[in-house]
């Protein structure tokens, strides 16, 4: 997936970040929008959207745990993904 900055995320369905967030927006429509918010934010290698409450939190750090599958996305910068 590309964000509208042209950044590449990988996508994971189900997964929810462990910690604290660096930014909280309510009301984002998509996880294409979150993607992009997240290009946008300095630091910001991974985004939580949730299709329930249509809440994208942004993070710094990439930790996860299983959550709902229906609902929980989480896109991670692709520069943050590597092989090891």
Do not use: P, W
């Not at 509208?4 to 309510?26: L, M």
């Amino acid at each position: 997936m590309f964000s509208s900055s042209g950044t590449r995320y990988s996508v994971f369905q189900r997964y929810v970040h462990i910690g604290t967030a660096i930014d909280v927006s309510a009301k984002v429509l998509s996880n294409l929008l979150c993607a992009s918010s997240c290009s946008k934010t300095e630091n910001c290698i991974s985004a939580h959207y949730n299709k329930a409450t249509l809440t994208c939190s942004l993070f710094d750090f990439l930790a996860f745990h299983q959550r709902d599958v229906e609902n929980d996305i989480t896109v991670v910068n692709s520069i943050a993904i590597t092989e090891n």
